[in-house]
């Protein structure tokens, strides 16, 4: 059965090892170890069950093995993790319209008359990617310019973060919303200037009066945006991602394509609230599924907004709203209540929390409760990106992870200014902070709120510098992480805050054959050489899942 596998192994020019041990040599391999130090290596043995078997320095003698790959000298790292994505959003989004290219309001107007006419069938025209902000617009757009565009069908088009959204006349009428509608908690509808008349954007708990018109994608709809998105992600080199928000439709896709032995993305579930969380898993955290590429860890759940929207809620107002401090979501009852109930059942709650007044919120009551639940919890702050530096010393003090996306600093920098003032900026984005306080990061990207190119995080992480060198020196250059630590967030960090240590996240015996092949070391590369990284190959459990030829 093996020879005869094997001989089919060899017939194919391109091959995809699989069930036989492999080893693959020549290569400049690297990875964090055991002591969180880099160790570099130049061979992997692979069994057949996709875990390493061993890694082999130069001059150790190569086992006897059923095949062979030469990685022609190339550097092999290990498989990316992003510690914060949205899966699904990234499937349907590259298969909806995308404005976050659009530097104006015509630009957007124009690509959204295009997308409309180029997609006739569609019974509604869906998108996100938008910013008023990066328009240069100084307010939200308008239903009635969306209308300019298309005024034939529904149009509902998502902010960039996620935060708002934008709808057309026939969206709004759809979704019976008038001058009449009121504020929903935790939201606010826009009304044109001296009126009650909606404008067409809605903010936070608001887009639910708008998303829940919109008709839900059908199961086969959802099985090609994941399969889009598994290869939108492998093509970046990951091979692990944390699953913000995964609802009870999300997870039945992964599971279809678990069944279908079509899984090959690793996916660190975090449930879309208590509910989903109980549809999902029942009273326990479900097992790892499918060689370890799922499992249900945990619930996301959002105690504010963002700050592009003026959605986070700040302990004083924004400096460029003065009397707006942003929103809570939840109340400090409702969110003590929910992690309460998490912790009986062993799940691992994900908080969002982006405003200093968030964090302080979700920092106390993990204080408060961490009593009552001890052990290794491993709280989860999402974003952690404004933070009274008072209250910083907590991520430390209780075990809590800060999982952080090294790219909004760079994307918000300018925007956080003006949000906060020079005045409030000491505990922004504050990972070397965090970690010298005895905090613990966890890096990732938010895609498809941005790209989910790990290089671009590696190398915001630890130069804070944007694409184009601004500022030079880096943004509040003392809260950059060196190379190793950036590189850590991204594998075996964003691992360790999704319970997978051990299983994924090294290049180390016993865990799963997960890497990536690029053209340059990444601990070695200039910044800019960095972000032009090239992924030449993906694998995962040692199966190639991507390969740039
Ligand atoms: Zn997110």
Request: with cysteine; glycine share 12%; proline share 5%.
């Given at each position: 059965m093996?020879?005869?596998?094997?001989?089919a192994?060899?017939a194919?020019?391109?091959?995809?090892?699989?069930?036989a041990d492999?080893?693959?040599d020549?290569?400049?391999?690297?990875?964090i170890d055991?002591n969180?130090?880099?160790?570099?290596?130049t061979a992997?043995?692979?069994?057949?069950?996709?875990?390493i078997?061993?890694?082999?320095e130069r001059?150790?003698?190569?086992?006897q093995?059923?095949?062979r790959?030469?990685g022609?000298?190339?550097?092999?790292?290990p498989?990316l993790?992003?510690a914060?994505a949205?899966?699904?959003g990234?499937g349907?989004g590259a298969?909806?319209?995308?404005l976050?290219?659009t530097?104006?309001?015509d630009?957007?107007l124009?690509k959204?008359?295009?997308?409309?006419a180029?997609?006739e069938?569609r019974?509604w025209i869906l998108?996100r990617?938008w910013n008023q902000?990066?328009?240069?617009?100084?307010?939200?757009p308008?239903?009635a310019?969306?209308d300019?565009?298309?005024?034939?069908r529904?149009?509902y088009l998502?902010r960039?973060?996620?935060?708002?959204?934008?709808?057309?006349s026939?969206?709004?009428?759809?979704?019976?919303i008038?001058a009449?509608?009121?504020?929903p908690?935790?939201?606010?509808?826009?009304?044109l200037?001296?009126?009650?008349?909606?404008?067409?954007?809605?903010?936070d708990g608001?887009e639910?009066l708008?998303?829940?018109?919109?008709?839900a994608p059908?199961p086969?709809?959802r099985?090609?945006a994941f399969?889009e998105?598994?290869?939108v992600l492998?093509r970046?080199?990951i091979?692990?991602?944390?699953?913000?928000g995964?609802?009870?439709e999300d997870w039945?896709?992964?599971?279809?394509?678990?069944d279908?032995?079509t899984l090959?993305?690793r996916?660190?579930?975090?449930?879309?609230?208590?509910e989903?969380m109980?549809l999902?898993?029942g009273?326990?955290?479900?097992?790892?599924?499918?060689?370890?590429k799922?499992?249900?860890?945990?619930?996301k759940l959002?105690m504010?907004?963002?700050l592009?929207?003026?959605?986070a809620w700040?302990?004083?107002?924004y400096?460029?709203?003065?009397?707006n401090?942003?929103?809570?979501l939840m109340?400090?009852a409702q969110l003590r209540?929910?992690?309460v109930?998490a912790?009986?059942?062993n799940f691992?709650p994900?908080?969002h929390a982006?405003?200093?007044?968030?964090?302080a919120e979700?920092?106390n009551?993990?204080?408060?409760?961490a009593?009552?639940?001890p052990?290794?919890r491993?709280?989860?702050v999402?974003?952690?990106q404004?933070v009274?530096p008072?209250?910083?010393p907590?991520f430390?003090?209780?075990g809590?992870?800060?999982?952080?996306?090294?790219?909004?600093?760079?994307s918000?920098?300018?925007m956080?200014?003006?949000?906060?003032?020079p005045?409030?900026?000491?505990?922004?984005?504050?990972w070397?902070?965090i970690?010298?306080?005895?905090?613990?990061?966890?890096?990732?990207?938010?895609?498809p709120?941005e790209?989910?190119d790990?290089?671009?995080?590696?190398a915001?992480?630890?130069?804070r510098?944007d694409a184009?060198g601004?500022?030079f020196?880096?943004w509040r250059p003392q809260?950059r992480v060196?190379?190793e630590q950036a590189?850590?967030g991204?594998?075996?960090?964003?691992?360790f805050a999704?319970f997978?240590?051990?299983?994924?996240?090294?290049?180390?015996p016993?865990?799963?054959a997960d890497?990536?092949?690029v053209d340059r070391?990444p601990?070695?590369a200039?910044?800019a050489?960095l972000?032009?990284?090239k992924?030449?190959?993906?694998w995962?459990?040692?199966r190639?899942v991507?390969?740039?030829?």
């Open positions: 093996k020879r005869k596998l094997l001989a192994l060899l194919c020019t391109v091959a995809t090892p699989a069930l492999v080893l693959i020549n290569v400049e391999g690297l990875t055991e969180g130090k880099v160790k570099r290596f992997l043995v692979i069994d057949d069950d996709g875990k078997a061993q890694v082999l001059g150790d003698r190569k086992p093995t059923d095949f790959e030469d022609q000298g190339r550097v092999m790292i498989g993790i992003d914060h949205h899966v699904m990234i349907i298969l909806t319209l995308d976050s290219d530097n104006s309001l630009e957007a124009e959204i008359r295009t997308f409309a180029e997609n069938a019974p998108g990617g902000e990066k328009w240069g617009l100084g307010r939200f308008t239903a310019e969306l300019s565009a298309v005024s034939d529904p149009v998502q960039v973060d996620g935060h708002a959204g934008w709808a057309n026939l969206a709004m009428e759809a979704a019976g008038t009449a509608t009121k504020n908690s935790g939201g606010r509808v826009e009304r200037p001296g009126s009650q008349v909606p404008s067409g954007v809605f903010v608001a639910d708008m998303t829940r018109a919109i008709p059908r086969v709809e099985d090609l399969a998105a598994q290869r492998h970046f080199g091979t692990a991602v944390a699953d913000m995964t609802t009870i039945q896709a992964y599971r279809r394509a678990g279908a032995g090959t993305l996916i660190m579930a975090y449930a879309g609230g208590p989903n109980e999902i898993a009273a326990r955290p479900s097992p790892w599924l499918y060689e370890d799922l499992r249900l860890n945990g619930v959002y504010d907004g963002a592009g929207s003026r959605g700040l302990k004083r107002p400096a460029d709203d003065p009397g401090t942003g929103l809570p109340t400090g209540n929910i992690l109930r912790a009986q059942g691992q994900a908080i982006i405003g200093d007044a968030a964090d979700v920092l009551a993990i204080t408060e409760i009593e009552s639940f052990g290794d491993r709280w989860r999402e974003h952690a404004i009274d008072a209250d910083l907590l430390g003090q209780h809590i992870i800060a999982s952080m996306q090294p790219v909004h600093q760079t918000d920098r300018l956080a200014e003006a949000r906060l003032g005045d409030r900026l000491e505990g922004a984005y504050a070397n902070t970690l010298s306080l005895g905090g613990r990061l966890a890096f990732g990207s938010d895609a709120v790209s989910p790990p290089f671009a995080g590696l915001a992480a630890s130069t510098m184009n601004q500022p020196g880096g809260d060196n190379r590189l850590a991204f594998t075996i960090d964003a691992a999704g997978a240590e051990g299983r994924f996240g090294r290049l180390l016993g865990e799963r890497f990536v092949l070391d601990l070695l200039t910044p050489e972000r032009a990284t992924v030449l190959e993906t995962v459990g040692g190639k991507y390969d740039a030829d």
